[in-house]
């Protein structure tokens, strides 16, 4: 698509009503995720390069993505606040300009505390991003909102799993200094972003002349169950992130040496698995439209546990094929858990979409820097068979009160 042609649709999708599905837009703000987490995934996918590089121990790479979650983390539930009060349609844009700012850092680093420095600035970078972007596409959502929450999400998988084969064909044959190659993707998407800001702009004009047109989707619960629902969410995230993350960050160290894989065919191994992650997205926002949520939740986490528990103890090609499994199962929860999470809080995308990824990306850190120090202490094997058991914990989902039931 044209840049002058992307500017028509932009125009155009201003003109639909609240209940309309902006498809254009919703497209859009999914590129410029993948865009955003293609950037990001470069992070892990670049730790077998600079642990050799620098003689990294497994506890400075996690300590590496600790400083990354949590700068991406913490400062997300605040700008979601603030951004459900005072949007800031051109906060997008800003945020992607601090990304800018840490890949260009990153590419030149030369020490760890560099290395920290930058990846702390493209975290900041994420915590604007994700929050105002959520809103964005709740807002194009119309009333299709676990479809658009499925749109959105399928990008930052996308880039999630494009960010390891891109450092296997870039970064690892041409060292630190490629990265800094991913600095035209953030520019690119800086771009298109101010283009959003107009839309969101028009959008935010078009629902305050016409307050009538903003949907609200309250549910009738008592705010004692609303709390213990959000409880039982965070319990989920953690058993799902930090399993998530160790096959991220470790995945191809395990198979590394277990298998003796070169750097580039474990990077394409971990692309299996994240490209998975992709489909697994579509798959699990299709059936929570037509099923519930509570139980694409349910499925998605505990379902997985029976293919992580196989996954230590077998073969390369069955390691692989199990790989796969997990990632189109396991990865199919996020995203009914936040539009489930802002159906139980109506009026509070922002802030709920700053918790929840806010949250994904810290407890992602923690999780990593925990396996990251366990596997100094033991190995990289031991803490595969650890982080197995953690889809179990996808049985408290049954405790999930059944809203989609309620609001009908």
């Known amino acids: 698509m044209s840049l002058n042609v992307l500017k028509q649709h932009l125009r155009k999708q201003h003109h639909t009503t609240a209940d309309t599905t902006a498809y254009t837009i919703l497209f859009i703000i999914s590129f410029t995720h993948l865009l955003n987490d293609m950037i990001q995934a470069v992070i892990p996918a670049s730790y077998p390069l600079i642990k050799e590089k620098f003689g990294f121990s497994f506890a400075q790479i996690g300590l590496i993505t600790l400083v990354f979650q949590l700068t991406s983390s913490l400062l997300q539930p605040f700008v979601g606040r603030y951004a459900d009060r005072h949007p800031r349609p051109y906060s997008l844009a800003t945020g992607m300009c601090l990304t800018l700012a840490g890949i260009c850092l990153l590419a030149t680093a030369g020490n760890f505390g560099f290395i920290l420095l930058a990846v702390g600035i493209i975290g900041g970078g994420s915590s604007i991003f994700h929050p105002e972007a959520s809103q964005v596409a709740q807002m194009a959502a119309g009333r299709r909102k676990g479809l658009a929450q499925s749109i959105f999400q399928?990008?930052?998988?996308?880039?999630?799993?494009?960010?390891?084969?891109?450092?296997?064909?870039?970064?690892?044959?041409?060292?630190?200094?490629?990265?800094?190659?991913?600095?035209?993707?953030?520019?690119?998407?800086?771009?298109i972003l101010l283009w959003t800001g107009q839309w969101y702009s028009q959008r935010l004009l078009y629902l305050h002349r016409h307050p009538s047109a903003i949907n609200s989707s309250a549910t009738s619960l008592p705010a004692r169950k609303v709390r213990s629902a959000l409880l039982i969410l965070v319990?989920?995230?953690?058993?799902?992130?930090?399993?998530?993350?160790?096959?991220?960050?470790?995945?191809?160290?395990?198979?590394?040496?277990?298998?003796?894989?070169?750097?580039?065919?474990?990077?394409?191994?971990?692309?299996?698995?994240?490209?998975?992650?992709?489909?697994?997205?579509?798959?699990?926002?299709?059936?929570?439209?037509?099923?519930?949520?509570?139980?694409?939740?349910?499925?998605?986490?505990?379902?997985?546990?029976?293919?992580?528990?196989?996954?230590?103890?077998?073969?390369?090609?069955?390691?692989?094929?199990?790989?796969?499994?997990?990632?189109?199962?396991?990865?199919?929860?996020?995203?009914?858990?936040?539009?489930?999470?802002?159906?139980?809080?109506?009026?509070?995308?922002?802030?709920?979409?700053?918790?929840?990824?806010?949250?994904?990306?810290?407890?992602?850190?923690?999780?990593?820097?925990?396996?990251?120090?366990?596997?100094?202490l033991t190995s990289v094997e031991y803490i595969f068979r650890i982080s197995t058991l953690l889809p179990l914990l996808g049985i408290v989902a049954a405790f999930l009160p059944d809203i989609e039931h309620k609001k009908g």
């Open 154 to 191: 399928v990008g930052g998988n996308g880039g999630n799993a494009l960010g390891p084969l891109l450092a296997a064909l870039i970064i690892i044959p041409y060292g630190q200094e490629a990265i800094g190659w991913f600095a035209s993707f953030a520019i690119l998407a800086a771009v």
């Open 235 to 376: 319990i989920l995230m953690f058993s799902k992130h930090f399993y998530m993350y160790c096959m991220n960050d470790y995945f191809t160290f395990f198979l590394i040496q277990k298998f003796g894989l070169s750097i580039p065919t474990a990077q394409l191994c971990l692309f299996g698995f994240l490209a998975a992650s992709v489909v697994g997205i579509i798959i699990g926002g299709a059936l929570g439209d037509r099923f519930g949520r509570k139980y694409v939740i349910w499925g998605s986490i505990l379902g997985a546990a029976p293919f992580t528990l196989l996954l230590p103890y077998s073969s390369f090609p069955l390691t692989i094929i199990l790989s796969v499994i997990i990632g189109l199962v396991i990865s199919s929860a996020f995203s009914a858990i936040l539009v489930y999470a802002t159906e139980l809080m109506p009026g509070k995308v922002g802030m709920v979409a700053g918790i929840f990824f806010g949250l994904s990306f810290g407890l992602g850190g923690i999780g990593s820097a925990f396996f990251g120090w366990l596997a100094d």
